[in-house]
C-alpha cells in the first residue's frame, strides 16, 4: 500500500493492529555483542560472479545511505507509525554484489543462526535496507545494533535485527519462525500470520 496515498494513521494500519504507546521491543534471545573489529557482512548463495562478498564494519558503514519513512507491524498486533530508517539499500547492496538472474528469494541470516525468508521481489522494494539508525539516531543494541533489515510493508518479524548476511536463493526454504509456524510471505494487509494460512505456491514445496 502506497502511504502516500494514505496519509493518515488511520489508513495506514492493517486489519488486526492497533498503535500502542510508546515503542515496544521484543525479540528472540540475548542481545549480541558488538565487535567492529571482527563484525563482518556477508552477501552469498548464487551471486552473479559466483563469489561471495565480504564487507568488514568499517567499509559496510562507509557505504551511501538511503532514508525511508515507514510504518512497522508486528505480527503481535501492534504497529509503530513513521519511523524514520537510515542505512544501505537493498538496491546498492545488488549493485555491489548482485545476484544472478535466476534468483527469485532471499535468505536473511543474523547473529545466532536466526533467519527469515523472503522473495527477491519483496527483497528488491524501494523501503527495503539495511538501517544503521532509527529516527537520526543509532538503533539501539536491542532493536538491533549495530544493522537490522527492515522490509517495513512486511510483518516485523522479516526484518531481521542484528542482520549478518543476505543469501541469494534460486529455490524458496523457510526461515527460522516459517519452520515453527509463522506464514512464509507474512503480509500484514493480508493477515498471513500463521502457515496454515498459506494458499497453494506460497510456500515452500
Not at 548464487?46 to 568499517?58: H, I, L
Request: glycine share 6%; with cysteine; aromatic share 14%.
Amino acid at each position: 500500500m502506497d502511504q502516500s496515498e494514505t496519509p493518515l494513521e488511520e489508513t495506514r494500519l492493517p486489519p488486526g493492529q492497533y498503535v500502542p504507546r510508546g515503542q515496544p521491543v521484543i525479540h528472540y534471545g540475548r542481545v549480541p555483542t558488538f565487535r567492529p573489529a571482527t563484525w563482518e557482512f556477508h552477501v552469498m548463495g548464487a551471486t552473479a560472479s559466483g563469489e561471495q562478498y565480504r564487507f568488514s564494519w568499517e567499509r559496510f558503514s562507509e557505504l551511501p545511505r538511503t532514508t525511508a519513512v515507514a510504518d512497522f507491524h508486528c505480527v503481535t498486533k501492534f504497529s509503530v507509525m513513521g519511523n524514520e530508517w537510515s542505512g544501505v539499500s537493498a538496491a546498492t547492496l545488488m549493485e555491489l554484489a548482485p545476484p544472478a538472474p535466476e534468483v527469485r528469494h532471499v535468505m536473511l541470516w543474523a547473529e545466532y543462526g536466526y533467519s527469515a525468508n523472503i522473495r527477491m521481489s519483496d527483497f528488491a522494494r524501494d523501503q527495503t535496507l539495511f538501517a544503521m539508525e532509527l529516527d537520526g539516531k543509532p538503533i539501539t543494541p536491542e532493536r538491533g545494533f549495530p544493522v537490522r533489515a527492515v522490509v517495513p510493508h512486511l510483518y516485523a518479524w522479516k526484518s531481521v535485527k542484528w542482520v549478518r548476511a543476505v543469501e541469494y536463493m534460486v529455490e524458496d526454504r523457510r526461515g527460522f519462525w516459517e519452520e515453527r509456524g509463522y506464514h512464509n510471505i507474512a503480509d500484514p494487509w493480508r493477515e498471513q500470520r500463521y502457515s496454515y494460512q498459506e494458499e497453494p505456491g506460497e510456500g515452500p514445496p
